[in-house]
């Protein structure tokens, strides 16, 4: 199946922009494209929660938390997804993890940290 492979997170200030991206180089295309792929953060001391999904066909789904802030695309050439993440707060603060879903299977990314300071 090939790994996920997040990439991209950083240490920023409020206000500031960032997007992560997830590759799966590994993984063959005929796999890759039907995927539904998604994004899930897990802040200090609280659970994994979903942050957005986008499916095979680049609909897409939001957390209310980051709805209007943060958008979800995929690159299907690439075997990518990005989280385009704008204007981060510290309550962005969190590990960030890529998801992929196909035929009832999950699997993970080892997750890339995101943190927002004042």
């Known amino acids: 199946q090939g790994p996920l492979v997040e990439s991209g997170g950083g240490l920023l200030q409020p206000g500031e922009s960032l997007r992560p991206s997830c590759a799966a180089p590994?993984?063959?295309?005929?796999?890759?494209?039907?995927?539904?792929m998604g994004w899930y953060r897990q802040g200090p001391g609280k659970e994994r929660d979903l942050v957005a999904t986008i499916a095979p066909d680049s609909s897409t789904n939001y957390a209310d938390s980051v709805k209007g802030q943060f958008i979800i695309t995929r690159d299907n050439a690439r075997k990518t997804v990005y989280l385009q993440m704008n204007d981060l707060a510290p309550e962005d603060t969190a590990v960030y993890y890529c998801?992929?879903?196909?035929?009832?299977?999950?699997?993970w990314g080892q997750g890339t940290q995101v943190t927002v300071f004042s």
């Open positions: 998801n992929r879903i196909l035929g009832g299977r999950s699997y």
């Open positions: 590994r993984t063959i295309t005929s796999v890759f494209n039907p995927s539904t």
